[in-house]
C-alpha cells in the first residue's frame, strides 16, 4: 500500500515544488493516510485546501483503499 501511495504521490509532487512545497508520506493505518506537507506547502494559508483539494482528491481517486487524509 505504502508503494502504491507513494506512486500516486510522484504525480503530485511536481505541482507542489512549483510553488515551493512538497509532500511527505508519514503513516499509513486502516485507508488513513499521513501526510507532511513541507517547504512553502507547510506554512501557507492554503494547505488545508491543498491537503483535502488536492492530495486526497488525487489518492481517494486512483486508490479507492484510501478512505482520509491527514496532516501531521
Known sequence: ?????EQVLDK?????MAD???VE???V?????SVRLTGAC????MSTMTLKHGV???LKGELPEVKEVVAV
Open 29 to 33: 493505518n486502516d485507508g488513513v493516510v
Open 1 to 5: 500500500m505504502r508503494e502504491k501511495i
Open 12 to 16: 503530485i509532487r511536481p505541482a507542489l
Open 42 to 45: 507547510g506554512h501557507c494559508a
Open 20 to 22: 515551493g512545497g512538497n
Open 56 to 58: 486526497e482528491r488525487v
Open 25 to 27: 508520506l508519514v503513516n
